[in-house]
Antibody, heavy 113, light 112 residues
Framework: EVQLVESGGGLVQPGGSQRLTCAASGFTFSSSWMSWIRQAPGKGLEWVANINPDGGKMYYVDSVKGRFTISRDNAKNSLYLQMNSLRAEDTALYFC??????WGQGTLVTVAS | DVVLTQSPLSLPVTLGQPASISCRSSHSLVYSDGSTCLNWFQQRPGQSPRRLIYKVSNRDSGVPDRFSGTGSGTDFTLKISRVEAEDVGVYYCMQWTHWPHTFGQGTKLEIK
């Protein structure tokens, strides 16, 4: 059974940094495209970033380019999202997804002073 | 960026009746290999999204056959043949033909 468990969310001040982690199990992580997708409170879904299986290709939505970095450690079956220069509009529930087929429960990031 | 426009945004349906959601794209979603990368998701209240349909018309494992997806190019439709109480939630289309991947605004299905 595919399991994706996000962690690392919390309250952070504007301009601050946060690192999210997604622990994956139940499938061959090193062969899978992985994504971060977010959902602001009461709003719709927004795709944030993708990374290919070997970690050599990353794609981002324009609003996070230069501030967020997606990465992975295939030896640890883990996906990461390093978020810098956080803004109020980054406040959201962040989901980890395996190829859009499987989703975690999400981790909430709140950017506020 | 590719814009996906869903309609209606609110869909009240009587139990047992059919429902239909449209998703129109600002660009063709046909990929270079000929496939069309359009998925449908269901998000029940308080839950994570669940993929229902991938590549326009392929149902995911465990998805009831009352859900079906059709369409091509820029126009796509999700149909529910007979709505059940458990179908309440928000439905999203998503394209992954072009970067960045994008979602529709969501359609909220409720029971009349």
């Amino acid at each position: 059974e595919v399991q994706l468990v996000e962690s690392g969310g919390g309250l952070v001040q504007p301009g601050g940094s946060q690192r999210l982690t997604c622990a994956a199990s139940g499938f061959t992580f090193s062969s899978s495209w992985m994504s971060w997708i977010r959902q602001a409170p009461g709003k719709g879904l927004e795709w944030v970033a993708n990374i290919n299986p070997d970690g050599g290709k990353m794609y981002y939505v324009d609003s996070v380019k230069g501030r967020f970095t997606i990465s992975r450690d295939n030896a640890k079956n883990s996906l990461y999202l390093q978020m810098n220069s956080l803004r109020a509009e980054d406040t959201a529930l962040y989901f980890c997804s395996k190829g859009s087929a499987d989703w975690g429960q999400g981790t909430l990031v709140t950017v506020a002073s | 960026d590719v814009v996906l426009t869903q309609s209606p945004l609110s869909l009240p349906v009587t139990l047992g009746q059919p429902a239909s959601i449209s998703c129109r794209s600002s660009h063709s979603l046909v990929y270079s290999d000929g496939s069309t990368c359009l998925n449908w998701f269901q998000q029940r209240p308080g839950q994570s999204p669940r993929r229902l349909i991938y590549k326009v018309s392929n149902r995911d494992s465990g998805v009831p056959d009352r859900f079906s997806g059709t369409g091509s190019g820029t126009d796509f439709t999700l149909k529910i043949s007979r709505v059940e109480a458990e179908d309440v939630g928000v439905y999203y289309c998503m394209q992954w033909t072009h970067w960045p991947h994008t979602f529709g605004q969501g359609t909220k299905l409720e029971i009349k």
